[in-house]
């Protein structure tokens, strides 16, 4: 009886982790700037995709794995998208997503931050992305994120004068 009572109990959990991870839907936008000679690059991509599991009152349950679309960069020139996604800069072809896995979610002051792993072509650094988290009035969060990253840190194009290496992102989401 008491095995029995311990199987159901442990197929109710495992059940509840399950629906918990595939019930979060994720949708939102990718935005960027770099300062150039000629003054500012805005672009975007498009909105980030995977899991992403947030819960405030349990940091620990909370997780993040997104990914972005490398071949959705939009600039308003398309020559400088063309050249951004060619082997100078993003290689596309080879290397079709940018890969965000968190390892930890912490609270910091009134925001929160997410510790893990940022990968861009074939660099993978720990990074600490800060974000914020409202919960909406149908029980959904509405998470954003500003962070800067150096861009030859990842092998995006090579140290120029004419184009700075720190690149801002700013990262918007609604997780269901």
């Known amino acids: 009886m008491k095995f029995k009572f311990a199987v159901l109990i442990f197929a109710f959990l495992a059940f509840c982790q399950v629906h918990a991870q595939t019930s979060k839907v994720v949708s939102g936008s990718t935005d ?12 975007t991509f498009d909105a980030p995709k995977g899991t992403a599991i947030f819960d405030p009152n349990n940091l620990n349950a909370s997780a993040f794995n997104l990914t972005v679309t490398t071949n959705s960069f939009k600039t ?4 400088r998208d063309k ?5 100078k800069y993003f290689d596309v072809a080879k290397y079709p997503e940018i890969r965000f896995k968190s390892s930890k979610i912490e609270k910091k002051g009134d925001k929160y931050q997410a510790i893990g792993s940022l990968a861009i072509k074939d660099v993978s650094k720990s990074v600490t992305l800060p974000f914020e988290a409202k919960k909406n009035a149908d029980g959904s969060y509405a998470l954003s994120s500003t962070f800067e990253i150096n ?11 004419k184009l700075k290496d720190i690149v801002t ?5 609604v997780i269901k």
């Open 32 to 43: 960027f700037s770099v300062k150039f000679i000629l003054g500012t690059c805005n672009g």
């Open 76 to 79: 308003n020139s398309n020559a």
């Open 169 to 173: 992102v700013t990262m918007k989401a």
């Open 151 to 161: 861009r030859l840190d990842y092998k995006v194009g090579e140290s120029n004068w």
């Open 83 to 87: 050249d951004m996604k060619s082997d």
